[in-house]
């Protein structure tokens, strides 16, 4: 059992930045690929970012290429997601996940097992 708990949401102006933090207990997390995803009332749970248990491949959602960064720190086993250029559509609560070694379809929100109870991120225009 792996239990996530995120930080760091809140608001910001657009153009801002912010980080958002995930920590994880339980098992080993360097034998983890994690991930973001996020939603939107009304709306399907959206892939962001993904890193994998290796650390060295991560994968991004063409919304947010070239503006927000996943990384990991092992060592603490946390996870970030480093959000620049923030604009109002990428106002929602982001959700930390986790699966072992990785998951079959990043992209699949079904394909993760671990999840974390989320934190809202609002950016004013």
Known sequence: QVHLVESGGG?????????????ATGRTFSTYSMGWFRQTPGKEREFVATIRWSGGTTYYA???????????????STVYLQMNSLKPEDTAVYYCAADLWGPSEAGDESSWDYWGQGTQVTVSS
């Open 11 to 23: 608001l910001v102006q657009a153009g801002g930045s912010l980080r958002l933090s995930c920590a």
């Open 62 to 76: 063409d919304s947010v290429k070239g503006r927000f960064t996943i990384s990991r720190d092992n060592a603490k």
